[in-house]
């Protein structure tokens, strides 16, 4: 994933973006705490604001949706 359409679906999807590369070990670890970080805020929300989230739809899911159809129209 280009550098562009990486920062373009984090603001798409409102969450946070980094740049990374498992060949060089660069910001690995700063992607996994984020990661970490996250899912701790959501275990510690009240149950009524994780119900309103879940109603929304799963960020994996509309991301997946997203980039089926960029590929879609690449093809």
Do not use: Q
Request: aromatic share 8%.
């Amino acid at each position: 994933v280009s550098t562009e359409e990486g920062l373009s679906l984090a603001r798409e999807y409102n969450c946070a973006f980094f740049e990374t590369s498992a060949a060089l070990r660069f910001c690995i670890d700063d992607a996994f705490h984020g990661l970490v970080r996250e899912i701790r805020k959501k275990e510690s929300m009240p149950s009524s604001m994780e119900k309103k989230l879940k109603r929304k739809g799963s960020l994996w899911k509309k991301l997946k949706v997203s980039l089926k159809k960029k590929r879609e129209a690449i093809a």
